[in-house]
């Protein structure tokens, strides 16, 4: 797996909670352009996972042997900011942007683990 990408979408993953948590703090819900910061990380976040699963089609498997896991969590990443942005559009005030951050924060986190899989960690 490219690390500077894993590392890009996590950083762009934080920007975006701190973007959409600044927002709450201001008592403002999710506006146009915190819904073009979502469509930022989740582009990176698709592009990421062509590029895993064709890595994935040739040879190269995590480290651990745990391809069924990394692949949830592959699975996982990209599905995440669309349900938090759509929660956020049926929640038109601060919370909604609180959804977003948290969304975000989880993302990034879940790109820590995607690197440890691959790395051949087992989180146990």
Same mark, same amino acid.
């Given at each position: 797996? +490219?690390?500077?990408?894993? =590392?890009?979408? &996590?950083? $762009?993953?934080?920007? @975006? #909670?701190?973007?959409?948590?600044? %927002? ?17 990380? +989740?582009?990176?976040?698709? =592009?990421?996972? &062509?590029? $895993?699963?064709?890595? @994935? #089609?040739?040879?190269?498997?995590? %480290? ?22 759509? =929660?956020?559009? &049926? ?34």
């Amino acid at each position: 797996m +490219l690390t500077p990408l894993t =590392v890009t979408v &996590g950083v $762009a993953a934080l920007l @975006l #909670a701190a973007w959409c948590g600044y %927002a709450a703090l201001r008592d403002q819900p999710v506006k146009d352009w915190h819904y073009i910061g979502v469509a930022v990380v +989740l582009l990176l976040t698709l =592009v990421q996972a &062509g590029i $895993a699963v064709a890595q @994935l #089609a040739g040879d190269e498997r995590p %480290a651990g042997g745990g391809t069924a896991l990394f692949v949830s969590y592959l699975v996982a990443v990209p599905l995440c900011l669309p349900v938090v942005a759509v =929660v956020a559009l &049926g929640e038109r005030s601060r919370w909604g942007s609180v959804t977003v951050a948290a969304g975000a924060v989880v993302v990034a986190a879940l790109e820590l683990r995607l690197a440890d899989l691959w790395a051949g960690g087992t989180g146990g």
